[in-house]
């Protein structure tokens, strides 16, 4: 029998090693996997690459991560994060490595990751510093950049519903990232608001398949990033 | 609807993003960047439907919900809370840029920190050795959308000059602004050079001039 559900989060983050990339969900706090991220504070894998659309916020979450020196470098569009001096002043002092990367060709590069694509050509940063270096193609008169695909030894992903095969559904904008973090890594971790009885979930309103899912641990009440900055909290 | 007082000089925040607003057709698909741009949404003109999409999954985005009803799960690209209209859907980021890289997108509206007589845009990045680079979705907006629209002051806080000749900062994209709306003016990029298109309350073509390091073409009725 099939059965994705980990009781406990130490044990599905448990085999992380140092110097794994790691995909992690969320917008700013919206579908930030907070407690998955916290157990990886607790695990203490290092020297760790990590995709993520931001650089976290106060210092919980994925700014903890960074603040404890887990991290050694981050793949990200937007690394200015609020309330959170933590990846700045660890960037300035030459601490962490930075590859920035624009929204759409970050999230384009995991959805490539996720699909076989080794790489691609896109007309964003065309004419700009960002695509020094790279590859370029004229095609029907326009220019292109070529991106290569991302792909990670994890990710970790929040979800609103899941059941024992893997199935998700999300909740509103905290979709984001996650869906296509579940496809491009070769282990990919879930927290879930609910798990839910196989069959509960409509079949049209499944978002992620559960082909890309390999755990599912149920965090029933997970903290809120923005409320545990607000009561001063720092992680661990 | 703004009113213009007699002895006003030069057009407010709001004021330069009602006139953004006007010029959208109805129908349009329209992401709003961060600042006064977000500010177009309070002014759409009567019997026009614009539709919001917001980068970070959201097509069909409405306005702040009220005090109280803030849901950190419903949020726009500025990480701000924002609702949901009727027929809104939510979707993952590479639907989303899907959106924007793919043509579907009809204007977005943008601030800027340069822009050049070209339609060059810098808003990314100043460069400097010690900035923490942080371009977010920029690049792609401007590589994608079919219009792109730029509200922004005239000058810098130190008076100078932000439409120029040749942007200093780095660029966002090359030729890609169409019309730029300032508080003394509205311009539109075209291949002749900026054409001034209209001037604000108090403001004359020579003010303009003087606060713009590109030549720039008259509008019509002025010199």
């Known amino acids: ?236 | 609807m703004n009113v213009i007082n007699a002895d006003q000089k030069g057009w407010s925040r709001a004021q330069m993003a009602e006139l953004a607003a006007h010029d959208i057709p109805d129908g349009s698909y329209v992401n709003l960047g961060i600042g006064i741009p977000e500010m177009v949404a309070k002014f759409v003109p009567d019997g026009r439907e614009f539709i919001y999409h917001t980068e970070n999954g959201l097509l069909g985005m409405g306005p702040e919900p009220v005090a109280g009803e803030e849901d950190h799960e419903l949020i726009n690209a500025g990480k701000k809370a924002v609702t949901i209209t009727p027929g809104g859907s939510y979707f993952h980021h590479a639907d989303s840029f899907t959106m924007i890289r793919g043509g579907h997108i009809d204007v977005c509206v943008l601030g800027a920190m340069q822009v050049s007589e070209k339609g060059d845009l810098a808003n990314w990045s100043t460069g400097a050795p010690d900035a923490i680079p942080a371009v977010g979705g920029a690049m792609d907006l401007v590589a994608g959308v079919k219009k792109v629209f730029v509200i922004t002051q005239h000058t810098t806080k130190k008076g100078d000059p932000k439409i120029v000749k040749e942007c200093t900062y780095p660029l966002t994209g090359p030729k890609v602004v169409s019309r730029i709306y300032t508080d003394l003016c509205v311009l539109e990029v075209t291949t002749n050079g900026l054409k001034v298109l209209k001037l604000a309350p108090g403001i004359s073509f020579e003010e303009v001039v003087e606060k713009t390091d590109a030549p720039l073409i008259a509008c019509e009725g002025e010199k």
């Open chain 1, 1 to 236: 029998m099939i059965d994705k559900r980990k009781s406990t989060i130490a044990e599905v983050i448990a085999d992380i090693h140092d110097g794994a990339t790691i995909m992690i969900g969320g917008f700013g706090e919206a579908g930030s996997p907070t407690e998955l991220i916290h157990a990886l504070i607790d695990q203490g894998a290092k020297d760790l690459t990590i995709i993520n659309n931001n650089t976290g916020n106060g210092e919980v979450g994925l700014a903890a991560l960074i603040k404890q020196g887990q991290v050694k470098k981050m793949i990200c569009s937007y690394p200015r994060s609020s309330h959170s001096k933590v990846f700045p002043e660890l960037y300035r002092a030459g601490k962490i490595e930075l590859e920035i990367v624009p929204q759409g060709t970050l999230a384009e590069r995991i959805r490539a990751g996720g699909a076989g694509i080794p790489a691609f050509y896109t007309a964003t940063t065309v004419g700009t510093v960002l695509a020094d270096g790279k590859e370029s193609r004229t095609i029907e008169g326009r220019e292109y950049v070529m991106e290569y695909a991302l792909k990670a030894d994890y990710a970790l992903v929040k979800c609103e519903l899941a059941d024992r095969l893997g199935n998700l559904t999300y909740n509103k904008t905290a979709r984001n990232f996650n869906p296509i973090m579940c496809t491009a890594a070769n282990t990919t971790i879930v927290q879930a608001h609910k798990i839910v009885e196989v069959g509960e979930l409509n079949p049209e309103m499944i978002v992620t398949p559960n082909v890309f899912v390999d755990w599912v641990v149920e965090v029933t009440e997970p903290q809120i990033e923005s409320q545990m900055i607000a009561q001063g909290v720092s992680y661990p």
